[in-house]
């Protein structure tokens, strides 16, 4: 019985962070193109180390621990709302709050497929990763897999990004995500153990590249 509800918790992570759910993520880049577009990522492997910063010390590393805190706060309504708040809160630049705005409301919506009572707290809104952990600590598949989870979709979204640009083909592209392994399970264990009071961020070429995304001439993505 055990393995059977694993098995469940596995598919539903696999569902929900997949391409094919509905929450729009291959609309953002996150700043990427415009890193793309000033010459900071130019191949696999620029696009590698830009991932591994994000990761470890960006915008990627805070999602995580947002997210591990959401999900132990999924049953505790004011807990998970100053979670909700301090997400909206740290998003850097106005497209980088629409795309995590966005993303957790469509993700919210999607996921009433799996009906929780208990997430009636948050409402239709909440930042992505609250949303994601919220759910993922409600039907719980477990933290660390939920972990890992999101930020391979995170990183394998990236890449989607990077292929659209030009920057790697789709080879070379999984190069880099089987290239990111380690590091995702690194900061997915690192993560878990984690509080709030490890957030922080020193990825600033990132953070002014996601600025900067909101000028930039003719852009193919909305972040």
């Known amino acids: 019985m055990a393995e059977h509800a694993d098995t469940r918790a596995l598919l539903r992570l696999v569902t929900w962070l997949s391409p094919a759910f509905p929450v729009g993520s291959f609309s953002y880049s996150g700043g990427l193109e415009q890193a793309v577009q000033d010459g900071l ?20 590393w805070n999602d995580a621990l947002l997210l591990a805190e959401s999900y132990r ?7 998970l709302q100053v979670v909700g708040d301090l997400a909206e809160a ?4 106005r497209e980088r709050h629409l795309e995590t705005m966005l993303l957790g409301e469509a993700f ?41 989870a999101y930020l ?6 990236a890449v989607s990004v990077a292929i659209r640009c030009g920057v790697t083909g789709q080879r070379d592209g999984v190069g880099v995500l089987a290239g990111l392994e380690e590091t995702i399970s690194a900061v ?10 490890d957030l922080g961020s020193a990825a ?6 996601s600025l900067r995304h909101e000028t930039l001439h003719s852009r193919l993505f909305r972040s």
């Open 188 to 197: 997915a264990a690192c993560a878990a153990r984690g509080s709030l009071d």
């Open 108 to 148: 919210l919506a999607a996921a009433r497929h799996w009906p929780q009572p208990e997430l009636e707290a948050l409402g239709g809104a909440a930042a992505y990763p609250v949303a994601v952990g919220a759910v993922a600590g409600a039907h719980r598949t477990g933290l660390e897999p939920a972990l890992a």
């Open 41 to 60: 990522v130019r191949n696999a492997g620029d696009l590698q180390l830009w991932l591994e910063t994000l990761l470890r010390c960006g915008t990627a």
């Open 90 to 93: 740290l998003a850097g630049s």
């Open 204 to 209: 600033i070429m990132a953070d002014i590249a």
């Open 152 to 157: 391979n979709a995170t990183a394998s979204n």
């Open 73 to 79: 706060s999924h049953d505790d309504p004011p807990a």
